[in-house]
Each structure stands twice: as structure tokens, then as C-alpha cells.
């Protein structure tokens, strides 16, 4: 069976020394995968998720000769032949089948980097054309993950923006829903600040709270002791209970617990915000009855919360 071998720069593999041209044997009942024998790899793509991606290591041809077990990606046999030397640049082309590619596992061309289905990226995973950067499936993005084209940022699913996570197109600034903004988190056109919902604002949208209008701005609120002390809410729906932490009346009705350790407990959303509460300091509670329009009947049909003055 032919496959591919890497070793150190000095031929030696595990210690092992090897040379080109000689075949090594050992007891075919002594051979263990992982553990002991001779391991090679099918294709040469393989053989770099157990060695690095190092033109100063040694690559050859080798051949089976004897006894093989495999786990379907990695071979071991008690008898091998280092064929013959191959060199880095027969290398780059064994491990992509795109042409002039730098890295490996590419089926584009022209590729300095891994795993890229298109051409002319510079990065990995990219299923687009010309990026710079990795698993963007646009085209002519530089930054990550973009599934528009022609971004200079990260996650942008529209096209020419500057900045990230925008869905609309033209923008200069953060998660715009809208085209041509210069500002964040806009959902319109033509907006030259933030927050704005419509078209050609200069000025942050002042927000309701409890129904009724204030003078705070959405970046504000995001800066507020208020907002800060909300953002400590765990409200994750489940969490994990040990075994030794659960009731006898959990024990019994979850008596699987008793081999995987403990069970996963759905929690009620306003149990969350009662303990977040409860854990408060009476001026923290207090920051958070100062916010504009407080209205504890609201806040209690929301947070499950009753606020005494």
C-alpha cells in the first residue's frame, strides 16, 4: 500500500531514524495503532493533523509492506519502505488540488492559506473569491466571516461596508439594518448617527421607558449603572444540578442522576430575575427604581418582581 510519512529535519520520526531507500520491519503481533509500529498516512493531507505545516520537515513516499490497521485516516504497519524524498513544492501540490497554492486542502487556486474551496484567498475556509482573511463566503471581503462581498469587517452579510455585523449595504459603523449610515446600529438609510429608525437623522433617538418618553439616548442607557446591574441577570434557561446538590424529590424524579451525575433543571424566566433581586443591595435596588419613568406595576408584569417604595 503507497501512503505519505513526515519526519523532523533530520529524518528521525519519534525518535526513530529513518533514510530514504531502506525498508524497517518489526513483529507483526507487536503493532498497535497510536501506540507502536510504523504510521503513515494515505494522503499527505493527513499527515499534517499529527505534524505541522513546516517546509523544513522531511516528507516521503513510503510503501506497506506487511501487516496494516488503520482508523480510516491514520495507517500503522510492521513493515516500511521509505520510497523516496518528496519535496515542498510536490508537497503543496499532493495536498491541494487547486493549482499555485501556498497551504493545503484547497480546491481553488492561488490560495496562501487552508482549506479554501474558491481562488485567490488569503486565509482559511473561504468558499468565496479574493479574501483576505478566513471562512468568508463573499467575495473580496478583508475581515472574517463575511457572507457579503467587498467588506472591510467581520460577519457583514451585506456588501461594502466598513465595519461589522452589518446586514445592509454601504455603511460605515456596526449591525446596520439599513444602507448608506455612517453610525451604529441604525435601521434605515441615509442616518449620521446611531440608533436612528428611519432615513437622513443626525441625532441619537430618544427612548421610551415604561411606556412613556425620556431624554435618554440608547447609548446612554448602555452606560448606566441601571443597565450594567440588568446585565448580571443569568437567563440562561437551564443549569446543571450535581447529584449532591439535588433534593431527594429531584433524586426521585430524575433517577437517571444516578449515572450521569445529576440532571439538567429548566428554570422559570422570573425565578431568574427574583434571585438576580434578591441578591441586590438596597442602593443597588435603589439604582434600578431610579430609572426614568419607573413604574412598579410594569416592571413586575415583566421581571415577576414586586418593588416596594
Known sequence: MKGYKIFNSDWKCLGFQ??????????ATEI??????????????????YYGFDPENKFAEVEALGAILTDGKKFCTNKIKIVREINWHEVLNLANIGKDCTGYGNTGNRNSGHNNSNSDN?????????????????NYNNGYCNSGSDNNGDWNCGNYNFGCRNSGSWNIGYRNTGNYNVGNWNCGDFNK???A??????????????????????DQ??????????????LDPVVWIPLKHMT????????????????????DTND???????????????????????????FYKITGIRVED
Open 18 to 27: 529513518y533514510e530514504v531507500g531502506k525498508t524497517y520491519e518489526m513483529d
Open 248 to 267: 431527594e424529590l429531584e433524586k426521585k424524579q430524575h433517577p437517571e442522576s444516578y449515572t450521569t451525575g445529576g440532571y439538567l433543571k429548566v428554570r
Open 32 to 49: 498497535r495503532l497510536c501506540n507502536n509500529g510504523f504510521h503513515f498516512c494515505e494522503r499527505i493531507i493527513d499527515c499534517f493533523s
Open 197 to 218: 429608525v428611519g432615513c437622513f437623522n443626525t441625532q441619537d433617538r430618544q427612548l421610551f421607558f415604561f411606556d412613556k418618553p425620556t431624554d435618554m439616548t440608547f
Open 122 to 138: 488569503v486565509g482559511s475556509r473561504n468558499t468565496g473569491l479574493g479574501n483576505s482573511g478566513d471562512y468568508n463566503s463573499g
Open 221 to 234: 442607557w448602555r452606560l448606566s449603572k441601571a443597565y450594567s446591574l440588568l446585565s448580571q441577570i443569568d
Open 193 to 195: 448617527t446611531s440608533n
Open 272 to 298: 431568574r430575575f427574583i434571585e438576580w433581586w434578591n441578591n441586590l443591595t438596597d442602593e443597588e435596588k435603589d439604582i434600578i427604581k431610579s430609572i426614568p419613568n419607573f413604574d412598579p406595576d410594569k
